[in-house]
């Protein structure tokens, strides 16, 4: 007996291509993919203090899924 309180369905070939569009991203969800991102530091601050903006940085040191 299985301790699975609400389990997965079984993938088979009448389940998969629900399951499948299930884990499909969409264009609404990749909304970050359309901001114009400056990947040169320099470049950026350039624009940054011509425009009077401030600039966002994310950095980070490691795997990206924490994985070490």
Request: proline share 10%.
């Amino acid at each position: 007996m299985s301790n699975v309180i609400n389990p997965p369905p079984a993938l088979t070939d009448e389940t998969f291509p629900g399951l499948f569009e299930a884990c499909r991203s969409r264009a609404s969800q990749e909304r970050w993919a359309e901001i114009p991102w400056i990947g040169d530091l320099w470049e950026g601050r350039q624009q940054a203090a011509a425009q009077q903006k401030p600039m966002f940085i994310w950095a980070m040191n490691g795997h990206p899924l924490g994985c070490t």
